[in-house]
C-alpha cells in the first residue's frame, strides 16, 4: 500500500487511530507526514502496530513492506515531523504457534499531539 492512497482534507481531524495498518506501507515517512497535515492543531495521533520482529508474524508475507517497528525510533520520526506529548505502551501481545513453540508479538500504542 503506498502513501498516496490516503487523501485526508488537511487540519480536518482532531484524532486519526490508525491499528495495525503501518507495517503495510512502504514509505511511512510521507503517511506519517500525511496524518500530521490531517491533524488540526491541537489534534492527536494514535498508532497501535507491531514491535520490531524477524518476519515470521505473517504467514503469507505479500504485502508487507516492514516486519514491525522500533518504537523509539518511530517516536523519534514523530517528534521531527511535530507531534508532541509522545508516548508508548504495550497494549497487546498476540501469541501464535510457530513450530512446536507458540511465538509472542507485542503490539504498542504511540499517542502524539500535534503542536
Known amino acids: 500500500m503506498t502513501a498516496d492512497r490516503w487523501l485526508l482534507p ?6 486519526l487511530f490508525v491499528s495495525m495498518v503501518l507495517h503495510h506501507v512502504a514509505d511511512t ?4 507526514r500525511h496524518f500530521h497535515e490531517a491533524l488540526a492543531p491541537g489534534g492527536y495521533l494514535a498508532l497501535a ?3 520490531k520482529e524477524d518476519g515470521s508474524f505473517h504467514d503469507h508475507p505479500q504485502g508487507i ?3 514491525g517497528f522500533d518504537r ?6 514523530l517528534q ?3 507531534f508532541g ?3 508508548d505502551i504495550t497494549v497487546h ?19 502524539g499531539e500535534k503542536a
Open 29 to 32: 515517512d510521507a503517511l506519517l
Open 85 to 87: 506529548d509522545l508516548r
Open 93 to 111: 501481545t498476540i501469541l501464535k504457534e510457530r513450530g512446536k513453540e507458540i511465538r509472542t508479538y507485542p503490539v504498542f500504542l504511540i499517542t
Open 80 to 82: 521531527q515531523l511535530g
Open 49 to 51: 502496530d507491531l514491535e
Open 65 to 67: 513492506a516492514h516486519h
Open 10 to 15: 488537511a487540519a480536518a481531524y482532531d484524532l
Open 72 to 77: 523509539q525510533a518511530l517516536m523519534a520520526s
